[in-house]
């Protein structure tokens, strides 16, 4: 993958950051959209360019729908070429379904499915036959162990239908789509020492939590060689709460 350029959609904490990370070691030169963490996102841009690649911090409100065109410009006019996008950024809206604003709903479904969407539109004709689009999913996607999670997991669940539909769009190209769907991970917007995750871990089958890395991990095989003949899939990085 040495001297491919990646996008990952909200690098700048947690999941995100630790795919960018991976990315960079791999060889590539990563972009991140961040849409408020500056700080945050400049830390991961060193970390990526302490790898011996080139590095991009975006700020970018993913719930705008004119972002995803500016994010790949952004890429394209920095490194002149975009070979795997990664959707990833995200936000855990949880509650009973009767407090759900209109404005929460439209919020949540357009950062997770409506941005994965534009961007995907937006970069699939500067992709190379072979480029890779990845997106970080959910396991409350497929489970929904407990109960004030209806929001979130409509968005999500979203995203298997747009990730089957783009591997059958793109396919003729080369360029692989798959979704992959963590459990509960420990990052600042569910830590493992939080008030609930003890009752997560429960529902596990490995009883712990996962640390960004080991999803990193997969996405960085979808988006290397071994993943070219890889699409249209679904990928259960989740301590087995799905099993």
Same mark, same amino acid.
């Given at each position: 993958?040495?001297?491919?350029?990646?996008?990952?959609?909200? @690098?700048?904490?947690?999941?995100?950051?630790?795919?960018?990370?991976?990315?960079?070691?791999?060889?590539?030169?990563?972009? +991140?959209? =961040?849409?408020?963490?500056?700080?945050?996102?400049?830390?991961?841009?060193?970390?990526?360019?302490?790898? %011996?690649?080139?590095?991009?911090?975006?700020?970018?409100?993913?719930?705008?729908?004119?972002?995803?065109?500016?994010?790949?410009?952004?890429?394209?006019?920095?490194?002149?070429? /975009?070979?795997?996008?990664?959707?990833?950024?995200?936000?855990?809206?949880? @509650?009973?379904?009767?407090?759900? *604003?209109?404005?929460?709903?439209?919020?949540?479904?357009?950062?997770?499915?409506?941005?994965?969407? !534009?961007?995907?539109?937006?970069?699939?004709?500067?992709?190379?036959? %072979?480029?890779? +689009?990845?997106?970080?999913?959910?396991? !409350?996607?497929?489970?929904?162990?407990?109960?004030?999670? *209806?929001? =979130?997991?409509?968005?999500?669940?979203?995203? +298997?239908? /747009? $990730?089957?539909?783009?591997?059958?769009?793109? @396919?003729?190209?080369?360029?692989?789509?798959?979704?992959?769907?963590?459990?509960? $991970?420990?990052?600042?917007?569910?830590?493992?020492?939080?008030?609930?995750?003890?009752?997560?871990?429960?529902?596990?089958? !490995?009883?712990? =939590?996962?640390?960004?890395?080991?999803?990193?991990?997969?996405?960085?095989?979808?988006?290397?060689?071994?993943?070219?003949? +890889? *699409?249209?899939?679904?990928?259960?990085?989740?301590?087995?709460?799905?099993?």
């Amino acid at each position: 993958m040495r001297g491919e350029v990646a996008v990952v959609t909200g @690098g700048s904490r947690g999941i995100g950051a630790a795919i960018a990370r991976r990315l960079a070691g791999d060889g590539v030169h990563v972009a +991140i959209t =961040y849409r408020a963490a500056a700080d945050r996102a400049d830390q991961v841009v060193r970390d990526v360019t302490a790898r %011996g690649v080139r590095g991009l911090a975006i700020r970018a409100d993913l719930a705008d729908p004119d972002a995803p065109r500016h994010v790949v410009a952004a890429v394209l006019a920095a490194f002149g070429r /975009l070979d795997v996008v990664v959707n990833n950024a995200g936000v855990a809206p949880s @509650g009973p379904v009767r407090d759900v *604003t209109l404005a929460e709903l439209d919020a949540t479904l357009a950062v997770h499915a409506r941005a994965a969407f !534009l961007l995907a539109q937006a970069a699939e004709p500067h992709l190379p036959d %072979g480029g890779r +689009i990845i997106t970080v999913g959910s396991s !409350l996607a497929r489970r929904v162990p407990l109960p004030g999670w *209806t929001l =979130y997991a409509m968005s999500k669940s979203a995203l +298997i239908g /747009l $990730t089957k539909g783009l591997a059958r769009d793109l @396919g003729p190209r080369g360029i692989t789509v798959n979704l992959v769907h963590p459990g509960s $991970t420990d990052t600042d917007m569910n830590p493992a020492d939080g008030p609930d995750a003890d009752a997560e871990r429960r529902h596990t089958a !490995l009883g712990r =939590y996962l640390d960004p890395d080991d999803v990193a991990a997969t996405v960085a095989h979808l988006a290397g060689p071994g993943g070219r003949g +890889i *699409t249209g899939a679904e990928f259960a990085v989740d301590a087995g709460v799905t099993a």
